[in-house]
């Protein structure tokens, strides 16, 4: 079982840098071989942010890349997203999500709300 809780997001202004975070727990957590983002957001499908994985290697949607990026700390139990030069469109809830095997877990998410 793994359990995912992101935190992070909030209110900001375009331009602005956020960084979320996602701590991951459970008797899985050993087992993770790939922790990702997704957003979701009204009138849009939940896309790809980006992932990373084990050996930390990282993987961005193309739209994404140069916008964001992925980290995981030493003890790889905690995934960030910084995201740089929010732009309006950055509005969305903000998902963790972790992949094992044969299971994969969500987080509830983190509303990220870019606003002047």
């Known amino acids: 079982q793994v359990q995912l809780v992101e935190s992070g997001g909030g209110l900001a202004q375009p331009g602005e840098s956020l960084r979320l975070s996602c701590a991951a727990a459970?008797?899985?957590?050993?087992?993770?071989?790939?922790l990702a983002w997704y957003r979701e957001s009204p009138g849009k499908e939940r896309e790809l942010v980006a992932e990373?994985?084990?050996?930390?290697?990282?993987d961005y949607a193309d739209s994404m890349r140069g916008h964001v990026t992925i980290s995981r700390d030493g003890t790889k139990d905690t995934v960030y997203l910084d995201i740089d030069n929010l732009k309006p469109d950055d509005t969305a809830v903000y998902l963790c999500?972790?992949?094992?095997?044969?299971?994969?877990?969500w987080g509830r998410g983190t509303q990220v709300t870019i606003s002047s």
């Open positions: 459970g008797s899985g957590v050993a087992t993770i071989r790939t």
């Open positions: 990373i994985n084990r050996a930390g290697t990282t």
């Open positions: 999500n972790a992949r094992q095997a044969f299971r994969t877990s």
